[in-house]
C-alpha cells in the first residue's frame, strides 16, 4: 500500500516529500511543480468539481429569509 498519490494537477506520479506542515507531509510534484498536502484532492477538489452542489446551498441560502418571512406571518 503506498500513500503517495500521483499529482492532482498534473496527473505525473513524480511526486517527492517536501518537509511537513501542520504536522502533515506536504508533497512536491517534479513535473508541474506544485506542492500538496495529503487533504487536498478530498474535499476541496470535490467542491471544485461539483458546482452544483455550491449552486445548491447559495439557492437555499437565498430561500432562507423567504421561509422565515413565510414563518413569522
Ligand atoms: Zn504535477
Do not use: I, Y
Amino acid at each position: 500500500m503506498s500513500s503517495q498519490s500521483p499529482c492532482h494537477r498534473c496527473g505525473a506520479s513524480h511526486m517527492v516529500k517536501n518537509g511537513s506542515k501542520d504536522g502533515q507531509p506536504r508533497w512536491v510534484c517534479r513535473n508541474c511543480k506544485r506542492s500538496f498536502s495529503p487533504t487536498l484532492g478530498t474535499a476541496m477538489d470535490r467542491l471544485r468539481n461539483t458546482p452544483t452542489e455550491v449552486e445548491c446551498v447559495l439557492k437555499v441560502k437565498n430561500f432562507l429569509p423567504m421561509l422565515r418571512a413565510l414563518a413569522c406571518s
